[in-house]
């Protein structure tokens, strides 16, 4: 099979991802569930000329010198983020199929109050939940309602770019890691630079572009970022862990001061084979503020709890909505709902 008909393939069954790997079929991620479309096993040999045949003469070269490669590639019918590694001696990879567009938050099926969050003018916004859970689909949609409309300079570091914007309302200027810049604390030193309205971070994962997005977002930028947590009650405990004991008051008061809203989110299979998000949001309030400041994040879950007027939503009210629509299961209802604090 030729990588080219295999990814056409893939876009016809609507998968997120292509597996390939010696000794195994080859594998496409619908829903949950990676469902094999080959009957053979792929040998040694044809993992490794399928993997690499999407990559130009310069970049099997990378990939030879270092065993990886991770990289955005396009075709005449689309984008794909390729991660290419060596599993004990043999070549396999995985390939992500990418949207051609941001899709809307109206064509996500995202409640209102991400819109809300999308019109913030300042402060921070995070978008939270373990991986593969749509957080960059998000992310990106709300970059895209900005973008349509408001006349706003959109600036984001992303690593790498997944979802290209085109300019509508806004400019959105678009840097990746390793192309366009050196790292996220780098890009986003230079992002507070060249005159932003907004700014969004691919993802936090340093002490030092934690504390430059929060100065960024109490200095009146509108900045959106990703976290990798399992639930909003560890949002506290995980920013604070890649902070030094001293500066924890520091960060605590900073959170506060600038962050406006947090979105946690599932993606679960629905009955007819799609996708559908299921979230939780705080929105930050004085409640919110001092719990921020003083004590565990375990208590933002009374929040959220007593917070319906200011559109907050619980993760038992939002998948209680898609069952009553039946868009989803009860058992991937109570799947979720194990993991979550009652």
Known sequence: MKIAELLTYAREQKAADIHICAGAPIFLRIGRDLTP???????????????????????KAQFEEKNDFDSMIADENGRYRVN??????????????????????????????IIQCANYEKGMVLITGSTSQGKTTTMASMINHVNENYRRHVVTIEDPIEYVHTN????????????????????LRAALRQDPDAIAIGEMRDYETIKIALTAAETGVFVLSTLHIISID?????????????????VRYLLADCLRAVIHQELLPTSDGNKRVACEVLVVTDAAKNILRRRGSFMLRNVITSGKRFN???????????????????????????????
């Open 37 to 59: 479309v080959t009957k053979e096993q792929l040998t040694v040999q044809q993992s490794r000329e399928l993997s690499l045949q999407l990559l130009n003469e310069e970049q």
């Open 84 to 113: 290419i590694g060596s599993f004990d001696g043999k070549v396999g990879s995985v390939i992500r199929i990418l949207p051609d567009r941001p899709m809307t938050i109206t064509e996500l099926k995202l409640p209102p109050v």
């Open 168 to 187: 509508i309302k806004s400019v959105v200027r678009q840097r990746e890691i390793g192309k366009d810049t050196a790292d996220f604390n780098t890009g």
């Open 234 to 250: 560890k949002i506290i405990e995980r920013l604070l862990s890649y902070a030094p004991a001293e500066e924890e008051m520091h």
């Open 312 to 342: 907050m939503m619980t993760m038992s009210d939002s998948l209680g909505a898609l069952l009553d629509e039946g868009i989803i299961t009860e058992d991937v209802a109570n799947g979720v709902m194990a993991n979550y604090s009652t």
